[in-house]
């Protein structure tokens, strides 16, 4: 076995059914290039690197062989990066354990864990400034609550609270002959009772997972289809900064603007203006802040932010996500990249 002994920063992972890790390979593999330039090393960990009170081995990315190896005695990380893909994994005890056992050892994770999206509606609600650019939003509690709800709003999204990527998203509304209709991607159900709804296909789904509520806007389109501002923030140097600004578009009579669900990209220049977009970026930097009071220090580092613009020309925060994904404008991901190197050349700064 290959044997590591100088100081690294380490990723955090998960292993694969089939593999000894998965997870963002492009990302990984990225950061370990970027920062091998700066003359520094990376290690991707997972769960299961833990043992004995100690980190016994991990992964490094060997440029000449275009391929990942395994070392072992590698000691302990500078910084540990969480990028597991999954929110069960840090559900387990085996998660708890590795981020006692780096809290035990004072070396910072950031990126503590999912955010889950009625945890961040309720910080970003206590803001003053941005409680007025969140939508309406409530826990799922009961049918009257529900009922009453949607005849206030005429149309609202179900979304579970621990979700991402667009999955599990429902849309709820009345039609103009007073009938209910609840809309997933490539379903609708309809029916003239809401007690059908309820029973038939909203019961089932909160036995299985938590629902949130979350008042539907009437966003801006193009070509009848409805598009939205994907933004990635960093904290770098103790502010933060935009990465960058992506704007996605719904497939026609979609329900979100995920592009895994047929949503599609849209040039910024195509369909908004310098004033919107800083704007935008007013309001990332305020979440960001908020965030970083609502954390413990350095556990919030970079997230994406969906943000709409409403027909009558008001912004509306839709999500907060801690783990973003990859963003397909090229000048976006790699910003967002060299951000990440400096977040990690921060934290080697201070162990020296």
């Given at each position: 076995?290959?044997?590591?002994?100088?100081?690294?920063?380490?990723?955090?992972?998960?292993?694969?059914?089939?593999?000894?890790?998965?997870?963002?390979?492009?990302?990984?593999?990225?950061?370990?290039?970027?920062?091998?330039?700066?003359?520094?090393?990376?290690?991707?960990?997972?769960?299961?690197?833990?043992?004995?009170?100690?980190?016994?081995?991990?992964?490094?990315?060997?440029?000449?062989?275009?391929?990942?190896?395994?070392?072992?005695?590698?000691?302990?990380?500078?910084?540990?990066?969480?990028?597991?893909?999954?929110?069960?994994?840090?559900?387990?005890?085996?998660?708890?354990?590795?981020?006692?056992?780096?809290?035990?050892?004072?070396?910072?994770?950031f990126?503590?864990?999912?955010?889950?999206?009625?945890?961040?509606?309720?910080?970003?609600?206590k803001?003053?400034?941005?409680?007025?650019?969140?939508p309406?939003?409530?826990?799922?509690?009961?049918?009257?609550?529900?009922?009453?709800?949607?005849?206030?709003?005429?149309?609202?999204?179900?979304k579970?609270?621990?979700?991402?990527?667009g999955?599990?998203?429902?849309?709820?509304?009345?039609?103009?002959?007073?009938?209910?209709?609840?809309?997933?991607?490539?379903?609708?159900?309809?029916?003239?009772?809401?007690?059908?709804?309820?029973?038939?296909?909203?019961?089932?789904?909160l036995?299985?997972?938590?629902?949130?509520?979350?008042?539907?806007?009437?966003?801006?389109?193009?070509?009848?289809?409805?598009y939205?501002?994907?933004?990635?923030?960093?904290?770098?140097?103790?502010?933060?900064i935009?990465?960058?600004?992506?704007?996605?578009?719904?497939?026609?009579?979609?329900?979100?603007?995920?592009?895994?669900?047929?949503?599609?990209?849209?040039?910024?220049d195509?369909?908004?203006?310098?004033?919107?977009?800083?704007?935008?970026?007013?309001?990332?930097?305020?979440?960001?802040?908020?965030?970083?009071?609502?954390?413990?220090?350095?556990?919030?580092?970079?997230?994406?932010?969906?943000?709409?613009?409403?027909?009558d020309?008001?912004?509306?925060?839709?999500?907060?996500?801690?783990?973003?994904?990859?963003?397909?404008?090229?000048?976006?991901?790699?910003?967002?990249?060299?951000?990440?190197?400096e977040?990690?050349?921060?934290?080697?700064?201070?162990?020296?």
């Amino acid at each position: 076995m290959k044997k590591n002994n100088h100081p690294y920063f380490g990723i955090l992972t998960t292993e694969g059914k089939n593999a000894p890790i998965t997870g963002n390979f492009e990302l990984f593999r990225d950061l370990s290039r970027k920062l091998a330039e700066k003359g520094r090393t990376v290690v991707v960990l997972t769960l299961s690197s833990l043992k004995n009170n100690k980190i016994n081995g991990g992964y490094i990315f060997y440029e000449k062989k275009n391929s990942w190896a395994y070392v072992s005695n590698i000691g302990t990380p500078t910084v540990v990066y969480n990028r597991i893909p999954y929110r069960k994994d840090e559900q387990t005890e085996q998660f708890q354990a590795f981020s006692s056992w780096c809290k035990n050892k004072r070396i910072p994770m950031f990126n503590c864990s999912f955010f889950k999206k009625w945890d961040i509606y309720s910080i970003l609600h206590k803001d003053a400034k941005l409680k007025k650019h969140l939508p309406f939003t409530e826990k799922v509690q009961s049918k009257e609550q529900l009922e009453q709800r949607i005849k206030d709003f005429r149309s609202l999204y179900l979304k579970p609270n621990d979700g991402s990527k667009g999955n599990g998203i429902f849309v709820l509304s009345i039609n103009d002959n007073d009938s209910f209709q609840l809309k997933g991607h490539g379903q609708i159900y309809g029916s003239t009772f809401f007690q059908n709804i309820w029973d038939r296909k909203i019961t089932p789904l909160l036995e299985k997972r938590e629902y949130i509520i979350q008042q539907k806007k009437d966003l801006l389109q193009q070509n009848e289809r409805t598009y939205d501002y994907r933004v990635l923030v960093h904290h770098v140097k103790n502010n933060w900064i935009v990465s960058g600004i992506g704007i996605r578009q719904s497939k026609r009579n979609g329900i979100t603007t995920h592009v895994l669900k047929g949503g599609n990209l849209l040039e910024v220049d195509q369909v908004t203006n310098e004033k919107d977009l800083e704007y935008i970026r007013l309001l990332a930097r305020r979440t960001g802040k908020v965030l970083e009071r609502a954390f413990r220090p350095g556990a919030v580092k970079e997230f994406s932010m969906d943000i709409g613009k409403t027909v009558d020309n008001r912004f509306f925060i839709f999500d907060v996500n801690s783990k973003p994904m990859k963003f397909d404008e090229p000048d976006i991901y790699e910003k967002g990249l060299n951000h990440l190197v400096e977040i990690f050349l921060e934290y080697d700064t201070k162990r020296a």
